[in-house]
């Protein structure tokens, strides 16, 4: 059964840095386009940065609002991928979600079931 566990959420200061960490298990991640979503309170979810399947050029892509403060990288090895936040701020608060999606003749979308991340003081 195909699986995504996000963890690595917690509270942390305005300025302060965190890792997430999207772990697969159940299907070939290695093969995916993998992404970080988030969504706070009151508005819908939006896609923070993903990055290309492993074999693939290996293209990242991120939200203008957090470019330069977040990374994602993977791992293939260990069927993992990462998103360092650094220099988080308030309104980076919200439920951080992980996406798996590869299109084979129809689209194989996966979602976890989120980790919390909240910025304050």
């Known amino acids: 059964q195909a699986q995504l566990v996000e963890s690595g959420g917690g509270l942390v200061q305005p300025g302060g840095s965190l890792t997430l960490s999207c772990a697969a298990s159940?299907?070939?991640?290695?093969?995916?386009?993998v992404g970080w979503y988030r969504q706070a309170p009151g508005n819908e979810r939006e896609l923070v940065a993903n990055?290309?399947?492993?074999?693939?050029?290996?293209?990242?892509n991120y939200a203008a609002s957090v470019k330069g403060r977040f990374t994602i990288s993977r791992d293939s090895a260990r069927n993992t991928v990462y998103l360092h936040m650094n220099r988080l701020k308030p309104e980076d608060t919200a439920l951080y979600y992980c996406?798996?999606?590869?299109?084979?003749?129809?689209?194989?979308?996966?979602w976890g079931q989120g980790t919390q991340v909240t910025v304050s003081s």
């Open positions: 996406n798996a999606r590869q299109y084979r003749s129809v689209w194989y979308n996966y």
């Open positions: 159940g299907f070939t991640f290695n093969n995916y386009v």
């Open positions: 990055i290309g399947s492993a074999g693939g050029d290996g293209f990242t």
